[in-house]
């Protein structure tokens, strides 16, 4: 099918034509029709599939076919976001471009006066966000008498933000004879709640269910905090990439971040609720338009916003819900392109992290990052961990990457949880031999580096050089140490020691003094002097 086929306004056409719109998205072939002959409409549909054009195409074209009707504001679209209020709002522009049809913004963070002028001078379509729309209606009494269309666009969004109360006061203002269409990727009780109150007999649209895109390739790195930054630069050093968003769970935490990576060195812009609409626009232009390659994010760019090709997601904080982190990755991997989603995974966020692991139908690969990773470390993508520095958070600690997890379990008890795996000893700190002739370093001592010194072979350790006697004789010494069992330090052992005069002045007074015993005679016994 194509929008030809749909009998639309030759004017709309024409916008379609300049946006390079030829054939509708499955969404938008499901619900144009249905919205075209009159019927209420409850779509269900993933991100990034074009259910802006579902409702903005032939809203557009009931508006054109049936303008001489009446004046005034004929459409109302509500959105839970100033940015996705925006998109809608371009493309109602740039799709109506030939039809005369005109629209105005009233959302939060623009000009309250400039909003003012638009809605008073008339306009056929109005798109906001509930908050600034209530406080509009407050000061200059909105006329609404004339809509003939309401749309909740992203419906569960606006329930997650709270919107659902000022919805139902909105509600009240509109006539009852009206078209509602309501627009969601999820359809949780409450909505479903809500559209039985609002809506006459709704067709519905159910095109996917909310799951992730197998387009795009999934990973989470369990790992420390104070990981994630050094992570975050291999991950751009390895990858080709021209574009990330990444997300985080507060404001505060999206300040911190983008101040983070800028001192890294990398050029980013941050978006949040609290900065001002002028801020968010200029970040999110700069973003859009490839001035800056990263933008750090909360969700406030989750959903609805329409940046195309966006290489790296990285959610920097585990998302709260799977729909969010649903909504996160679908940023990329959109219009058939391929992505990456990636989540860093602290100890605090492992039970958040396993409802999305159990999302059905769910390719999400999950990598433990060592311990002992760090600026110093070798990352591949491939690979996982090519090999890590030597300079551990213990001395000497090594890791070999993908093993690391086994390691660990099997080394307990040993100092260093990261190192190789050492073979059977009954001595520590010794150097093993493998049947190949390769060697492996367990924790590194000073009979280790005797030991660099004497032959290869099993054989050659008892064997002097004599331009080296001194080293030999020091290896033979520790080799010799080696064959004794260790044991307890013995009091024996000190008969023959010389001891400091203050030392051996405490040894004589413990001698003289008794060692409490328990009870009432444990008392006694401590008074009574030794001879």
Known sequence: MKFTDLNLSESLLAGLRDVQFVEPTPVQEKSIPIVLSGKDLIATAQTGTGKTGAFVI?????????????????????????????????????????????????????????????????????????????????????????????????????????FLPDIRKIISWLPKERQTLLFSATMPNEIQSLAGGIM???????????????????????????????????????????????????????????RLLRQ?????????????????????????????????????????????????????????????YIHRIGRTGRYDKSGIAITFVTRRDSKKFRDIERIKGNTLKHIKLPRNF??????????????????????????????????????????????????????????????????????????????????????APDHKSKSDSGKAKKSAEAKEEKKTPEREPQVEDLKNVTLPPVVEKAVERNKRSRKPAKGVWGIIKSMIPKF
């Open 58 to 162: 032939p809203i557009m074209d009931q508006i054109l076919k049936n303008k001489e009707k009446r004046e005034g504001v004929k459409a109302l679209i509500l959105s839970p976001t100033r940015e996705l209020a925006k998109q809608i709002d371009e493309e109602i522009f740039a799709i109506g471009y030939h039809t005369g049809l005109t629209s105005a913004t009233v959302i939060g963070g623009s000009d309250f006066s400039e909003q003012v002028k638009a809605i008073k001078a008339g306009v056929d379509i109005i798109v906001a966000t509930p908050g600034r729309l209530m406080d509009q209606n407050k000061v200059i009494n909105i006329d609404f008498s004339n809509v003939d269309y309401f749309i909740l666009d992203e419906a569960d969004r606006m329930l997650d933000m709270g």
């Open 200 to 258: 006459k007999n709704p067709e519905g649209v159910d095109i996917e269910r909310s799951k992730p895109s197998k387009q795009v390739e999934q990973r989470a790195y369990t790992l420390l905090s104070e990981q994630k930054i050094p992570l975050v630069k291999k991950i751009f050093k390895e990858l080709s990439w021209d574009s990330c968003i990444i997300f985080t769970s507060t404001k505060k935490g999206t300040d911190e971040l983008h």
């Open 264 to 324: 890294e060195g990398i050029k980013a812009e941050s978006i949040h609720g609290d900065r001002s609409q002028d801020e968010r626009n200029r970040a999110l232009s700069a973003f859009k338009n490839g001035k800056v390659p990263v933008i750090v994010a909360t969700d406030v760019l989750a959903r609805g916003i329409d940046i195309k090709e966006v290489s790296i997601i990285i959610n920097y904080d585990v998302p709260n819900n799977t729909d969010d």
């Open 374 to 459: 760090g600026e110093n470390s070798e990352f591949s993508w491939d690979n996982e961990f090519k090999k890590s520095s030597s300079k551990g958070k213990s001395g000497g600690e090594r890791d070999t990457g993908k093993g690391d997890q086994k390691q660990r379990s099997s080394n307990k008890n040993t100092k260093s949880s990261g190192s190789h795996k050492q073979e059977s000893s009954d001595h520590k700190g010794s150097k093993k031999q493998r049947p190949g002739g390769k060697k492996e370093d367990s924790k590194p001592d000073m009979d280790q580096r005797d030991k660099k010194q004497s032959s290869k072979k099993e054989s």
